[in-house]
T-cell receptor, first 113, second 111 residues
């Protein structure tokens, strides 16, 4: 089954404790992206990757890092989380950039206290 | 800058009634447009998309949307709403390397 998986689905952590949210897709997609969803703001892009070792900032990259060492994986790293990063995070992948359908993961709800 | 506006934050309709969710976009070129649905506690599911061609597009679950270039709109419609349609709906436009989403419309269905 074609899918995007994220782990963990739920995470409660404390300010400053480094964490990683994993994202994996099994569709051999070149393009992957991270979004955060906040009430009243919709989804906003954090980072994206056009292919292995090619990443770039989205609209709200501050406080986040990513890496793309393998085509299927695109982890999101919060090196020093803060309460304003409490949000719902989605990973997405696509075969041809944003002109084509993006497949979304199930989401990771992060709470930073 | 590219943007998507969904004017209605909440909409309540009776089960069996028709539905229209509004979406207006701002984008200089020919847009690629999408509607996604998010059920409570779930991820995003693609309802339908417009790339080119026929301006009336059909999607899953009985939804359709009409692209109107002159009005910069891409409204979502359904002739008869079911209780299971209660969810949050997002309109999005594809720009370089990302989707730009509207703020979402929460649909409530009353029986």
């Amino acid at each position: 089954e074609a899918q995007v998986t994220q782990n963990p689905r739920y995470l409660i952590t404390v300010t400053g404790k480094k964490l990683t949210v994993t994202c994996s897709q099994n569709m051999n997609h070149e393009y992957m992206s991270w979004y955060r969803q906040d009430p009243g703001l919709g989804l906003r892009q954090i980072y994206y990757s056009m292919n292995v070792e090619v990443t770039d900032k989205g609209d709200v990259p501050e406080g986040y890092k990513v890496s793309r060492k393998e085509k299927r994986n695109f982890p999101l790293i919060l090196e020093s989380p803060s309460p304003n990063q409490t949000s719902l995070y989605f990973c997405a992948s696509s075969s041809s950039g944003t002109g084509y359908e993006q497949y979304f993961g199930p989401g990771t709800r992060l709470t930073v206290t | 800058a590219q943007s998507v506006t969904q004017p209605d934050i909440h909409i309540t309709v009776s089960e069996g009634a028709s539905l229209e969710l509004r979406c207006n976009y701002s984008y200089g070129a020919t847009p690629y447009l999408f509607w996604y649905v998010q059920s409570p506690g779930q991820g995003l599911q693609l309802l339908l998309k417009y790339f080119s061609g026929d301006t009336l597009v059909q999607g899953i679950k009985g939804f359709e949307a009409e692209f109107k270039r002159s009005q910069s709109s891409f409204n979502l419609r359904k002739p008869s709403v079911h209780w299971s349609d209660a969810a949050e709906y997002f309109c999005a436009v594809a720009v370089v390397n990302k989707l730009v989403f509207g703020a979402g419309t929460i649909l409530r269905v009353k029986s």
